[in-house]
């Protein structure tokens, strides 16, 4: 081959950004050899040679975005035009003249003027944010022009030359917030649990995620998927929970499969292993994808309460709090107890307000069981 261009790097996946090219221009590589290590939405993924030969030409630079199936790396000497491992094809289209309007002293364009290269994702892109393509300027260096360039194109940014473009775990976790904004209709309640009687060393974590288990079990509404388009939902008896784990390159949710037939020590185990790999970018990707509900833990930096965003096709997220200590009644007396807040989000699209109540009821009364 002669081109080897960004190979599908996951489901979902449309883009990479690279991080560092371990070979430059002019080097003998053997196939199989690292070439370069690039950021996706879910984690930094090392990228192998598909063959032998000499690297002619590298394209883009660290901190510079490729689509799936743009070229990445051009191998010298080699004639023929396969293109291996490519995903997807580029439409080439060349704009009809037929109605176009010529005047005195003016010629045609040339054919190669009204090529446009673009993918029909990209060309129906433009359509929807109102872009004329053959005005947008392809910053690919084989000329293809990616989605990138029709948002900067149909967006003036306000803040300037110097503002910094979002990438990887941060461009993603936008999107996916953009998406919420855009489609969940939320709704979110909000309560306390008192844990005055959990003991010093309580694995807070867990205890709330074996209550999650049982308000599953009894309203079980909760933990679907939920599709606006076609207004239909789907119920999960397993519970996949997705713990929003905060870090320097963004916000990741790694999934806890099954929580609930595991044990709270094997919960534990797989919450540390979770923490490492995600502090590494090592996690796997299947792992970040197929949550049923969503778990949010802010209360470990600060805050109360809190309105936690539903990022479809799941129902809900759950929010704790930080914890508290808090004058309650207790039989006519004051006594100071241990508060969690708790703040429930769902979409009201795919569930009722009283399935959230009787869901959020239920982690309360096993929260405050001994």
């Known amino acids: 081959m002669r081109f080897f261009k960004l190979p599908d790097l996951g489901e979902g996946i449309p883009e990479a950004d690279i991080v560092k090219w371990h070979v430059k221009e002019g080097d003998q590589v053997d196939e199989d050899q ?32 490729l689509r799936t199936g743009e070229p990445l790396v051009e191998f010298a000497g080699v004639q023929d035009a396969d293109t291996g491992t490519v995903v997807g094809k580029l439409e080439e289209a060349i704009e009809s003249t037929d109605n176009e ?22 060309r129906a892109l433009a359509q929807r944010l109102g872009v004329d393509i053959s005005t947008v300027e392809s910053s690919s260096p084989v000329g293809n022009i990616t989605a990138e360039d029709v948002e900067k194109t149909a967006y003036t940014s306000p803040l300037g030359e110097d503002a910094e473009t979002l990438r990887g775990v941060r461009k993603h976790m936008a999107r996916n917030m953009t998406v919420s904004g855009e489609s969940v209709v939320p ?14 060393d309580e694995d807070i974590i867990v ?3 074996l209550a999650i288990v049982a308000a599953c079990r009894a309203e079980p509404s909760l933990n679907a998927w939920f599709d606006g388009k076609t207004f ?33 020590q094997h919960l534990r185990k797989g919450l540390d292993v979770m923490r490492r790999d995600v502090e590494s970018r090592t996690i796997p990707q299947d792992e970040l994808k197929g949550a ?22 799941m129902v809900c997220i759950l929010g704790t709090g930080v914890i ?36 959020l009821a239920m982690i309360i009364q096993k929260l405050q069981t001994v």
């Open 187 to 200: 709704v979110t309640l909000c309560d306390d649990a008192d844990i005055q009687c959990w003991k010093k």
């Open 232 to 264: 239909s939902r789907r119920l999960f008896e397993q519970v996949h929970l997705g713990v929003a784990v905060d870090s320097t390159q963004g916000l990741f949710v790694p999934i806890m499969r099954d929580i609930g037939n595991r044990s709270a």
């Open 101 to 122: 309007q010529f005047f005195i002293g003016a010629s045609p364009s040339t054919a190669d003027s009204r090529r446009i290269r673009a993918t029909p994702a990209v």
């Open 34 to 65: 690292l070439l370069v290590s690039v950021e996706t939405a879910k984690a930094v993924v090392d990228v192998p040679s598909p063959q032998s030969g000499e690297i002619g030409k590298l394209f883009g630079k660290p901190g510079e975005t």
């Open 324 to 359: 508290r200590e808090e004058p309650v009644a207790v039989d006519g007396k004051v006594e100071v107890h241990r508060i969690m807040p708790l703040s429930l989000s769902f979409d009201h699209r795919a569930a009722t307000g009283g399935e959230a109540a009787r869901f």
């Open 207 to 209: 205890r709330v995620m």
């Open 292 to 313: 049923t509900m969503t778990l949010s833990n802010f209360g470990t930096l600060a805050g109360r309460y809190a309105t936690p965003i539903v990022v479809p096709p």
